[in-house]
């Protein structure tokens, strides 16, 4: 039912190689990267489009991976969106994007960033206009109870303006955004998975951000040209209040964090540990870091007043650099050192080891927790024993998922593979063994793959179903749509001994982590409940308008097929509230209010109550309209605002 | 490779009749429509979720649709997308989402909506603020040449602010936004497929939309208590220039348009041609119609200067209106009564019919164009007697497409099917052979179809391959996501006799219309050419800074991994305008700039240059960066913006 018409030049596989040869390996020789071609693996890729032909044939024997009509996924796929500013949910084995939850952007579908609750969330300008309406959306991390989602909540970072959101797991909406003073490039982030100090509380409390960019502290024009001055801060919230709890200054660039499933510890990997301020100067050194915090004792260290404060912001902040936490008996931090410029950092299902990829180096570094324990205890000399495994896995290597069986699958972005391989061999290999068997399997994926991750793989249970690949590049793997393409998301059925591409996905630019979620863990409301929404007009009776001098509010209902009020009349000049209760209680039977030239159109889903405020700066007839599909007499759903001059 | 686990309340049958029960029909009946429930079919919806269990059996069957790894698909669907303000475009049959085309909205994951080079396309108030960042997409429909699509344009209307949006089919990106005057609620839209004069043109030059909301003329506060006053237009547009061509006022509520092969003829749709401002009213007529335009002796009228205009605007209409063309012989406009509040009016392949749903009727009406004809020519009494075929179909017919083997299919809102009927028996029936065999399948859709077309069911050649079905609900079809559901479209086979469901996809509220297109009409550019852009930096050497007082010009490049410039300063206070060329040439390799904390994102494709203009009022160091993935070397790829107070 697929073919290739007229499209061949489009799959061939010369342009696959051109394209690695001239792009992403070319920009690596140009960067002078010795090591890395040096360390080219023994079978590079582009072999004539090996996975092409081994997803076909995966499919031809069975193991076709399609959703028929009336079936459900298995398994939701919670995605970042990158610069569209959005999350969104996507359906396993599907690939079927079931929901875009906007979060840092505008969406005329909703109403996100128009409705007055919205925008509350987002937050304005004293003008009432917005602050933003981009956002760089990395990661997505779901709250945990007894080492597993519990499906309460699911938080997402953005980067450019340094912000974290919460998603409500039960109507996969944003409730609240938070803004991580004195930082720039918030990019990792990671909920905790049980208290580091009331330690019978076995669940998510807290949210940790690490920032990328380093700064002058406070950012206000003060040590601009020094960038030996700037500073890194990574930040822990509270996962209930969504504040900022406290804020410990590192060295160098963070990027990915994770978390210890005991709660101790979180951890981010480090890039640009030189501090340099041009990229040729970030990847002098041939270690960076993977910096572990031990948050008991920043929360200890923060009881006892050892801290200061930033600028305008009053949170407090701990000194987490090098130089001061060089005694480990006092120690809020530890450095463990990571060959260059490490991207990624995944927890093992069983709690004791962190993986930390190394970007520019061909290697994964496991770090053993329970090393990094005796480091804190003084018990260690050099932060860099708590590395017990160093395979090396092929060229660029960046994020790592599990299968609860022992083996790690990573991608590689340069090679554009996933690689799978044991953690137990691995750490025998690095303690001599030569026999060890490390790498287990490879597959070619469809091309530079960033993140990758497993179904149920950031839990202690992972299920080892599924692992999917989030691929930069697509290239030649839809059907062309111009200049722009989008990207490739690839699920490999990892069950067996060998690794089986099974299907490929869209994903509008730029997914960036994700998380698989069974289906059951996931428990949704389809109805709200009127009396969430304090500004609710209960009954049509409620309904009418209210005018207090020049401000106006209409207060009306939607019962398909119709709009409490025919029509209301305001005046030039009015600042005009409406607010809208959906009346509704079935299913699915949203409504939508559109106000033509007012710039102005939100949902109300059913039980549920939205507002928007206005000036009626125009004279004449406006047919507010119902904008969502809602009944046989949908078209005929209309209020007319009249606006007297 | 899917299953029901923890679902299986979720999908049951009871939901879907409960859902019809209370809802739709239950509307129906509030509104008192004898008519429609006296004249359900023998076989009504809802019958034990018949539509499933073909779906999974026709998959077990082998009808699977799934496009694995590696292959294309071999049809585009150019789709819609509401409220959403967008365009999609989705690949067949896959399902997969290829491209978001932002229109109407602000998109920062391209920047649409930030760069001044969209801001210019969709317009600005005097201060420089975007006029819209809401709209409303209903159609979609692409250029002719020889009556099939040639590839090179599509256009796309915005009901909510009456605008009118192309897309070019070469890059997939709308280049022109054109406002349409004096109307609100412009609904649907056509391209003509044949100069209407000049004969010998065989593609298209015009394109032609209808007006739903009758209004004031002009709407600046006259006559807003006296609709019997208001007026429709129906316009033209000029393919090429964009600009408004001319108006033509109408009686009625104009829904969508359709237009002749021979270029002769377009037509809408109208409800309401009671005048009604309410529901009720606007519902009252045994009959509304379907209008015709002469587009050529509409523009000897305008030629001879029989126009007026209306307020401000230059654009010279015509008087549409019943009463003024009751003498075919001057007639501009032809109505041909249409049973009860029609909706969707449809070309026939053969170019002999137009076929018009009765929405609140059970009855499609198939129009003979050469009795339409010989209405304008005075050789027909009444216009009624065009209409040569009524089948009953079933409840709320709205849209239908065909196989071009002299079928026809229609969506039934209200019963949730797509019902097969032949047009030749249907004419053959409407002549008294009451053996004639009109209908011929139908099949169960979830739920609510709006929209359905045919693989190339819009041009003269359809191949009668695929049918899909834009549903309005799809309630428990895909994984619970909260109260707010994704849309559901379903890909028909229609090939053989019988339909066969084949594949559920998802859509992102809310898709109207859509044409499926075969892949290699389309033909796109992968890579800009430089010199399309006047404001390029076509080189290194040309990157740099200008500044005229407190206005400076950024003219950077980006080429991977970095950008031209590591780091610039700017002074408080002052206006920049940033101009970013991306100078690589390889295929996909796009680099994203983000400033933080100035809510700028926008992205350059390769060779492509955007710019965006800025107050620097926030003096410190921001890190702009590359937020759309290029490299292994992409996060280190910066530039450093140094605003000195």
């Known amino acids: 039912m697929s073919s290739e018409t007229g499209n ?26 010795g090591l890395l071609t040096a360390c080219a693996p023994k079978e590079p890729g582009g072999k004539g489009g090996a996975g092409s032909a081994t997803g076909a ?31 969104r949910i996507y359906g396993v084995p599907s690939g079927r994007t079931i929901k875009r939850i906007p979060v840092f952007n505008i969406d005329p579908m909703v109403g996100w960033g128009i409705t007055n609750e919205s925008k509350a969330i987002i937050g304005t300008k004293p003008s009432g206009e917005l602050r933003y309406w981009t956002g760089d959306t990395h990661h997505v991390h779901g709250s945990y109870e007894d080492g597993t989602y519990d499906g309460k909540y699911f938080w997402v970072n953005d980067k450019l303006h340094s912000r974290v959101a919460r998603i409500r797991g039960d109507t996969f909406e944003c409730d609240r955004i938070t803004d991580i003073p004195n930082v720039q490039g918030q990019h990792g982030l990671f909920p905790d998975k049980r208290d580091p100090v009331k330690r019978d509380i076995n669940r998510t409390t807290r949210v940790f951000a690490g920032a990328e960019f380093a700064l002058p502290l406070p950012n206000d024009g003060r040590d601009m040209d020094s960038p ?20 410990c200054q590192v060295d160098g660039n963070m990027d990915l964090v994770a978390t210890s499933y005991d709660g101790k510890y979180a951890a981010s990997n480090q890039y640009n540990v030189e501090g340099g301020a041009h990229y040729e100067d970030m990847m002098s050194a ?121 083996n790690a699958y990573t991608t ?17 290999q690095f303690k001599g063994d030569n026999k060890a068997k490390v790498v287990l399997d490879s597959v070619d994926v469809h091309y530079q793959p960033g993140h990758g991750y497993t179904s149920m793989g ?16 697509s290239k030649d793997r839809f059907l062309p749509v111009g200049p722009l393409h989008v990207e490739t998301e690839q699920l490999i059925d990892i069950s067996g001994d060998k690794m089986v591409l099974l299907h490929d996905h869209t994903a509008y630019p730029e997914p960036h982590d994700a998380i698989i979620v069974r289906a059951d863990v996931i428990k949704t409301r389809q109805v709200y409940n009127i009396d969430e929404f304090p500004n609710a007009t209960k009954s049509d009776k409620e309904a009418g308008i209210e005018r207090n001098g020049n401000r106006v509010h209409i207060r009306m209902t939607s019962q398909a097929p119709a709009f409490s009020m025919r029509e209301f009349t305001v005046r030039k000049g009015d600042i005009v509230t409406l607010t809208l209760t959906n009346l509704d209680k079935v299913e699915d039977l949203t409504h939508g209010f559109g106000i033509p030239h007012y710039n102005i ?45």
Request: charged share 20%; glycine share 10%; hydrophobic share 40%.
């Open 8 to 33: 061949a030049d489009r799959t061939n596989n010369q342009g696959r190689r051109k394209f690695l040869e001239t792009t992403a390996l070319a920009g690596v020789a140009t960067a002078g990267f």
């Open 57 to 87: 044939a995966a499919a031809s024997a069975g193991k076709a991976v399609e959703v028929t009509p009336g079936k459900l996924d298995d398994y939701y796929l919670l995605s970042s969106g990158g610069h569209s500013g959005e999350m």
């Open 228 to 247: 030996e001055k700037y500073g890194c801060l990574f930040t822990c919230l509270d996962a209930e209040t969504m504040q900022v709890r406290w804020q």
């Open 286 to 406: 041939e270690h960076d870091a993977c910096v572990f915090f031990d948050v008991a004792r920043i929360e200890a260290a923060i009881a006892a007043g050892r801290t200061f404060t930033i600028g305008d912001s009053k949170v407090p902040v701990v000194d987490g650099r090098k130089a001061a936490n060089a005694d480990p008996a006092t120690a809020l931090t530890c450095y463990v050192p990571i060959p260059k410029n490490p991207h990624g950092v995944n927890a093992s299902p069983d709690g004791k080891y962190f993986v930390c990829s190394g970007k520019l180096s061909p290697t994964c570094s496991v770090i053993d927790l329970s090393q990094v324990e005796k480091w804190f205890a003084g018990q260690l000399g050099n932060p860099r024993e708590a590395v017990i495994a160093e395979p090396n896995l092929g060229l660029g290597p960046l994020h790592t998922g599990f299968d609860g069986r022992g």
């Open 412 to 428: 590689l972005f340069l090679d554009s593979k996933i690689v799978k391989w044991n953690i137990d061999a691995a750490i025998a």
């Open 458 to 473: 950031e839990t202690k249970n992972p299920d080892g179903k599924y692992f999917n690949s989030g691929n930069k590049f």
């Open 601 to 645: 159109n939100f949902i109300v889903n059913p039980q549920e109550t939205k507002s928007v405020t206005f000036v009626a700066d125009k004279p004449g007839v406006y047919w507010c309209y119902c904008t969502h599909f809602c009944h046989a007499l949908h078209l005929e759903m209309r209020s007319r605002m009249i606006v007297t001059g």
